[in-house]
T-cell receptor, first 113, second 113 residues
Framework: AQKITQTQPGMFVQEKEAVTLDCTYD???????LFWYKQPSSGEMIFLIY??????QNATEGRYSLNFQKARKSANLVISASQLGDSAMYFC??????????FGKGITLSVRP | KAGVTQTPRYLIKTRGQQVTLSCSPI?????VSWYQQTPGQGLQFLFE???????NKGNFPGRFSGRQFSNSRSEMNVSTLELGDSALYLC????????????FGAGTRLSVL
């Protein structure tokens, strides 16, 4: 079974600055995946970035990077050069061989102009 | 390539009724998963279908059921609706089962009166 923990209640960032959203996980699976999704107020869950448990390099997708520290069981999302459109709810999630995505409670990010 | 399509987008039902939600996965994707999102419980896994077989089931009562067709389209059904079933229901598809990126649809927002 997996457990995903997101403890930051809300984050504020100035436009064009970088922000880090925290996520810790716990799992008994040897092979697992970690994900970040963005959910704007419209409700759609948008995939941002994926990190496999055996990947040695941190994942990057454009302005998004995942700071994966396996020993600390953390998978923090870094958004560089924040934009107003980045204001949304962000969810960290994990999955193992059973395909079931376990989500954290989410973090609200607000980007200030 | 078209994304995951969920219909309808919005539904209003009364207690005791039943409802069927539909999900068309990304072309070529054979795994479909369903999630329920509520303010109180967050995102919870309902079930996963792969090649027309239910592969995993979350901790929901038997009133929640689903199926997958030979073209990978999936439906979920909720019978004898309760007020607590009001939620955003999200469908996700991935190419295969296991550790894969799951791509989500826009969701069906169900209100039970």
């Amino acid at each position: 079974a997996q457990k995903i923990t997101q403890t930051q209640p809300g984050m504020f960032v100035q436009e064009k600055e970088a922000v880090t959203l925290d996520c810790t996980y716990d799992t008994s699976d040897q092979s697992y995946g970690l994900f970040w999704y963005k959910q704007p107020s419209s409700g759609e869950m948008i995939f941002l970035i994926y990190q496999g448990s055996y990947d040695e390099q941190n994942a990057t997708e454009g302005r998004y990077s995942l700071n994966f520290q396996k020993a600390r069981k953390s998978a923090n999302l870094v958004i560089s050069a924040s934009q107003l459109g980045d204001s949304a709810m962000y969810f960290c999630a994990g999955t193992g061989a059973n395909s079931k995505l376990t989500f954290g409670k989410g973090i609200t990010l607000s980007v200030r102009p | 390539k078209a994304g995951v399509t969920q219909t309808p987008r919005y539904l209003i039902k009364t207690r005791g009724q039943q409802v069927t939600l539909s999900c068309s996965p990304i072309s070529g994707h054979r795994s479909v998963s369903w999630y329920q999102q509520t303010p109180g419980q967050g995102l919870q896994f309902l079930f996963e279908y792969f090649s027309e077989t239910q592969r995993n089931k979350g901790n929901f009562p038997g009133r929640f059921s689903g199926r997958q067709f030979s073209n990978s389209r999936s439906e979920m059904n909720v019978s004898t609706l309760e007020l607590g079933d009001s939620a955003l229901y999200l469908c996700a598809s991935s190419p295969t089962a296991g550790v894969n990126i799951q791509y989500f649809g826009a969701g069906t927002r169900l209100s039970v009166l």
